[in-house]
């Protein structure tokens, strides 16, 4: 359930975009009916009359929209602040595939991911860049330079390795950097979703990235697009030649 703070801040974006501009306006004069009709400065008639007429304007716009609906794109092409922690993606889940060159936006939240995810009995797989110096510097070509690439990759690298000591756990690396990254939660239930992210060129700042969410329910067609792709790119990459994950990585 949505907290009073992303109501407040979804309806804030709604009126900058002029998105349900008439729910909004309907709202706002059922309230002052409301009102006036509790006070007792609006009568029976008055009232019956003012609601009859939203009604009436509420028909009439839905027919009109049905008629002739143009698609959103704000509703489809999102940012990543628009979902919130990504500790609220993690409950309910139990198949979790994560690629990012780095992934450290995702491995921040470890102790979620072992808590909601591995303690439940659920799968998790990530994909993270090769330490490759050929690998390392295609991708930090094309990342923003607010972080050191391979750094922050040598540490993630560390969290996945303490991470490879729960069962359901495991990790590899891939040799090229694809200019995306994936989550996947659940690919093979019927609320499954996928999370799309675009790196573009040199953000400025990771937040302002594209973030597309695909259903199952849906898109069953691209979903299965990207849970495929990802399997591919998991049997493309490695498995880590050292290090805890490396006895324990599945067949």
Excluded: C
């Excluded at 990207?226 to 049997?235: G, I, Q, S």
Aim: charged share 20%; glycine share 6%.
């Amino acid at each position: 359930m949505a907290t009073f703070k992303d109501l407040f801040r979804r309806t804030i974006e709604d009126l900058r975009h002029g998105r349900h501009r008439e729910a909004y306006a309907l709202f706002l004069i059922g309230v002052t009916l409301a009102v006036l009709g509790l006070v007792g400065i609006a009568d029976v008639a008055v009232l019956l009359s003012a609601i009859l007429l939203a009604l009436s304007f509420l028909v009439f716009h839905t027919a009109t929209e049905a008629s002739g609906q143009r698609l959103d794109l704000d509703e489809v092409l999102r940012s990543r602040e628009d979902y919130g922690p990504f500790s609220k993606l993690l409950q309910g889940t139990h198949d979790l595939r994560i690629y990012g060159p780095t992934a450290v936006n995702v491995l921040v939240n470890s102790a979620d991911i072992r808590r909601y995810v591995l303690k439940t009995g659920g799968t998790v797989k990530v994909i993270v860049q090769n330490t490759d110096q050929h690998a390392l510097s295609l991708a930090a070509a094309q990342l923003d330079d607010n972080l050191d690439f391979e750094s922050t990759l040598r540490s993630s690298l560390a969290t996945l390795d303490k991470l490879s000591a729960d069962p359901g756990f495991s990790y590899r690396m891939l040799g090229l950097p694809t200019g995306f990254s994936l989550v996947v939660v659940n690919a093979t239930s019927p609320g499954g979703y996928v999370i799309f992210e675009s790196h573009g060129f040199k953000d400025e700042n990771i937040t302002d990235r594209m973030h597309i969410v695909i259903k199952k329910s849906e898109s069953p067609r691209w979903f299965l697009y990207w849970v495929a792709r990802f399997d591919a790119m998991w049997e493309a990459a490695k498995p880590p030649s050292a290090g805890p994950s490396a006895s324990r990585e599945p067949p």
